[in-house]
Nanobody
């Protein structure tokens, strides 16, 4: 079981990036998905959540700029980030949470992808 993020990089302020998070070994269909970030010297904070019913939630700093979406056929969740600011610089993680068919709780995290905005 693994979550693999990609799409990070360096971009100028005002630019855009799209992060991807692909699941291996399990299906994302029934999972609640989240994107988190941690900047140097700061605690990890939640950025966006996509509940398995399709409802999306965003934290105030990214509302109107970031969009979380899911492609079940690719078993992948995306985070489209527009109008990037220097304060968006952080290591971004995706996480999957849910219950298996055997009623076992799971909470998987990826290794992170770095986003740097200058």
């Amino acid at each position: 079981v693994q979550l693999v993020e990609s799409g990070g990089g360096s971009v100028q302020a005002g630019g855009s990036l799209r992060l991807s998070c692909t699941a291996y070994g399990f299906d994302l269909d029934d999972s609640d998905m989240g994107w988190y970030r941690q900047a140097p010297g700061h605690e990890c904070e939640q950025v966006a959540t996509l509940v398995n019913d399709g409802t999306a939630y965003y934290e105030d700093p990214v509302k109107g700029r970031f969009t979380i979406s899911r492609d079940n056929a690719r078993n992948t969740v995306y985070l489209q980030m527009n109008s990037l600011k220097s304060e968006d610089t952080a290591l971004y993680y995706c996480a999957a949470e849910g219950w298996t068919s055997h009623s076992d709780y799971y909470n998987y995290w990826g290794q992170g992808t770095q986003v740097t905005v200058s």
